[in-house]
């Protein structure tokens, strides 16, 4: 079953702070939060698996609280280059198939 | 360079014509995918091969087949093509579970059906 992710849109102002939120009904091994580009294939961000763990990388980091099934992508001091549309896929504890959500769409303006 | 390579990047189909995606990775994955991306929306997974030998149906495989040749190569084909196939179809591997890098997609093939 296909995570649900919000919002579904976001527009921000360069150094502007966000939040995507993404949730199953199931119980989840793994979320994974990619970006893609306008015309571009995604690109893996990162991954957190069951356990809880925070993880991140420069201004962009995530969470995952198994027991509510949701994780959220923080992005801090938005930049330009963050513009793009963001996915969450999910992997649950019976299989290992990576679903998607639909995506936030997410503009940084100068 | 290593990755995910997709053949071919465009084709145009008539309705009723067949063909095969290819797509091969050399980073020795376990698990390889393929998506179907339509104009503004998400990505929906077709089928899925955790290894060689095994495939698994996803959210949309009514239309298509899939053959995971080996390790390496995974090929989705569509046997009488319809305009509501016409997508971008993007190909994924990753090890089983994602970590530690998560998953690789191919550049996409943009397929058009008139």
């Known amino acids: 079953q296909q995570p649900v992710q919000s919002p579904q849109a976001v527009i921000l102002r360069e150094g502007e702070d966000a939040v995507i939120n993404c949730s199953s009904s199931?119980?989840?091994?793994?979320v994974h939060w990619y970006r893609q580009k306008h015309g571009e294939a995604p690109v893996f961000l990162m991954i957190?698996?069951?356990?809880?763990e925070q993880k991140g990388h420069d201004k962009i980091s995530a969470s995952f609280n198994e027991k509510k099934q949701q994780s959220s992508l923080y992005l801090t001091a938005s930049q330009l280059s963050y513009s793009g549309t963001y996915f969450c896929?999910?992997?649950?504890?019976?299989?290992?198939?990576?679903?998607f959500g639909s995506g936030t769409r997410l503009l940084v303006r100068p | 360079n290593a990755g995910v390579t997709q053949t071919p990047k465009f084709q145009v189909l008539k309705t009723g014509q067949s063909m095969t995606l290819q797509c091969a990775q050399d980073?020795?994955?376990?698990?390889m995918y393929w998506y179907r991306q339509d104009p503004g929306m998400g990505l929906r997974l077709i089928y899925y091969?955790?290894?060689?030998?095994?495939?698994d149906k996803g959210e949309v495989p009514n239309g298509y087949n899939v053959s995971r040749l080996n390790k390496r190569e995974f090929s989705l084909r569509l046997e009488s093509a319809a305009p509501s196939q016409t997508s971008v179809y993007f190909c994924?591997?990753?090890?089983?579970?994602?970590?530690?890098?998560?998953?690789?997609f191919g550049s996409g093939t943009r397929l058009t059906v008139v």
């Open positions: 896929g999910t992997e649950t504890d019976s299989s290992y198939k990576l679903i």
């Open positions: 199931k119980a989840l091994y793994s």
């Open positions: 957190l698996l069951k356990g809880g």
């Open positions: 980073m020795n994955h376990n698990s």
């Open positions: 091969s955790a290894s060689e030998g095994t495939t």
């Open positions: 994924a591997s990753e090890q089983e579970g994602g970590m530690p890098h998560g998953g690789t």
